[in-house]
């Protein structure tokens, strides 16, 4: 229980639920255990008056004891209902208390841990990957409401119920209380020892089921593939194979849950006969009536459910420990990415890297080596190198998804990490190397960023990425769904609504990572010519391996390995005869043949 003790808070904010859920909780057992009581003195009424009845054949007040002897057994019928009526309405009130306070804090624990991701490093989700992320949030969350739901509440009522009934058990007879009681705890163990088994084989299950699920979407996600290679039939057949492994799993499961039901309805059939032969023994002796007899046949079976349960709620608190202890290892996952002086201020733009170097932490990879250079307001610096020069570690640097591990960034002349987070973030404009658009329309799309949507100024971020006239021509214009991760648009109209994101806030330092590379060289010239107005009088740095992008800029700074082989201006580059001449020279015989 020590990773269950992290819920305690919750459990103290929705502590009414909790008191008035055990309150509830025992009202409803007392409407069952005094209608057993109600059976008896029924019963022992007729035993008891039936002779009475017979003795009086023949005579005239007969039928008057009939009918006071039959009234009298239609009260206790009528207390008997309206002690089950009352009982359903507590059980009603458990429920909403309760279980609603399991769903209330399965509500706050799910927002805690979003928040709580959100806040966490780019690095994080490096080493964590998607499925893991979401399943701690949704099947591991749903484990741990299971134990403060379910769990506590039967918990609860077989706490309750031993505790009010089993003195009046013994009150009445030992002998028959032991009799009635000796099957409940091998009842309780063996319900939890198959339950373990249920929940191990459910648990392989999961995994072949999570198996199967990636596979059917891979071969739909790449049919095209498939197709294209002819690959049908043997795609159906690893489909098959994954199906068989499933199929077996499923029917071991079924083998086990076929013990369950017979198990438990065995276990309170012997429960019932000893009950009745302790008490037939007692009733010969003396010592009891056949009202008694009837009182712990309903006693026993008022323990069979909560005793049964016993090994379900055993399992259910099993499995929410693990659970929490897998979110809790994420809760105290602590974000490195902190601001040691949350300063707030308009930024004017000048970027300085002075010998900073990086490796990222999670790899081992050392993406810069003691690089140094600056961009002054208003300026533009182009990051030309290739793949995996370390060109997008310089953007991850700006907009502090990563902190600098050797050297100093500074931003207007103030260390970055001094920075408040969000109030730096906010006025840097990103366009991403690996596009993602999110599952809404354009518009909505485009205006990500704002706080408010502004119609003209979406317009114009359209019509600055050059993207306003692909917009317009779809049925839809604007309000055109884009479909999951963009998947309705092309590669280059994807880069140019994310061109269009990231202006639309009017930044004051502007990055474009790779964001040309899905783009034509018509396109590329387009929003180039487009950017000349958007880059002035703004930071603008400009990432890529296209030496066509670069031209835009005021500097050039040439990348290899992480270090800063060359800089200049373009044509002071092109002079040099270096590494920069030789990559424009390939990319402009290459465009040429194109």
């Known amino acids: 229980m020590k990773e269950l003790k992290y819920l305690n808070k919750y459990l103290l904010k929705y502590k009414w639920h909790m008191v008035l859920g055990t309150l509830f909780v025992i009202i409803s057992n007392l409407f069952q255990i005094v209608p057993a009581q109600l059976v008896r003195s029924a019963l022992d009424l007729v035993v008891e008056n039936i002779r009475v009845y017979k003795s009086m054949n023949g005579v005239s007040t007969q039928d008057s004891f009939f009918q006071v002897f039959a009234y009298g057994i239609m009260i206790y019928a009528g207390l008997i209902v309206l002690m089950a009526l009352l009982r359903g309405v507590f059980l009603y009130f458990v429920r909403q208390t309760l279980i609603v306070m399991s769903r209330l804090i399965e509500y706050d624990l799910k927002n805690e841990i979003y928040k709580h991701y959100q806040s966490l490093p780019l690095s994080f989700y490096r080493r964590n990957n998607t499925g893991d992320l979401m399943n701690r949030i949704s099947e591991d969350v749903s484990r741990v409401r299971m134990y403060l739901g379910p769990a506590i509440m039967y918990g609860l009522q077989l706490v309750t119920l031993f505790v009010m009934l089993i003195p009046i058990m013994f009150s009445i007879s030992s002998t028959l209380t032991w009799y009635a009681l000796s099957p409940l705890p091998i009842l309780s163990i063996s319900i939890f020892l198959v339950n373990n088994k249920i929940e191990r084989r459910s648990e392989q299950i999961q995994k072949h089921q999570s198996k199967l699920s990636t596979f059917v979407q891979e071969a739909f996600s790449g049919i095209r593939v498939l197709k294209s290679f002819n690959r049908e039939d043997e795609s159906m057949q690893n489909f098959a194979k994954e199906s068989d492994h499933y199929k077996h799993q499923s029917l071991k499961l079924t083998k086990v849950q076929s013990l369950f039901y017979p198990l438990i309805m065995g276990l309170i059939g012997l429960s019932t006969l000893l009950t009745v032969y302790g008490g037939s023994v007692e009733v010969i002796n003396g010592n009891l009536t ?305």
């Not at 600056?374 to 533009?380: C, Q």
């Not at 920075?419 to 799309?445: A, E």
């Not at 031209?551 to 590494?579: M, Y």
Request: glycine share 8%.
């Open 290 to 594: 056949f009202g008694n007899i009837a009182e712990f046949i309903i006693y026993v079976n008022l323990l069979t459910w909560p005793v049964t349960s016993l090994g379900w709620t055993t399992s259910l608190v099993q499995r929410a420990e693990a659970s929490q202890k897998r979110i809790n290892e994420f809760l105290k996952t602590t974000n490195s990415i902190i601001s040691e002086k949350n300063v707030v201020r308009e930024l004017q733009g000048k970027i300085e890297f002075k010998n900073v170097s990086f490796t990222y932490p999670d790899t081992g990879i050392k993406a810069l080596r003691d690089i140094s250079f600056t961009v002054n307001p208003g300026e533009s610096l182009a990051i030309i190198g290739t793949t995996g020069s370390g060109k997008s570690t310089v953007s991850n640097l700006v907009s502090r998804m990563y902190d600098a591990r050797g050297g100093e960034i500074l931003i207007d002349g103030i260390p970055i990490v001094d920075y408040d987070l969000n109030s730096l973030r906010s006025q840097i404009g990103y366009v991403p190397q690996d596009v993602f658009l999110f599952s809404d329309t354009i518009y909505n799309n485009i205006g990500f960023g704002l706080d408010d949507l502004v119609e003209e100024k979406i317009m114009q971020a359209a019509k600055d990425a050059d993207v306003y006239d692909n917009i317009l021509a779809f049925p839809n214009g604007f309000q055109t769904r884009v479909g999951e991760r963009g998947i309705t648009l092309s590669g280059g109209q994807k880069q140019r609504v994310s061109i269009a994101r990231a202006i639309v806030r009017e930044p004051k330092i502007l990055m474009l990572d790779d964001a040309l590379s899905a783009v034509d060289t018509n396109t590329e010239n387009n929003i180039l010519n487009s950017l000349k107005r958007i880059m002035k009088g703004r930071t603008t740095l400009i990432i890529s391996h296209r030496v066509s992008s670069a031209k835009l800029a005021n500097k050039i700074v040439v990348l290899v390995d992480g270090a800063i082989v060359e800089e200049g201006s373009h044509e002071s580059l092109l002079e040099k005869n270096g590494l920069y001449r030789d990559l424009y020279e390939k990319q402009t015989q290459t465009e040429e043949v194109e």
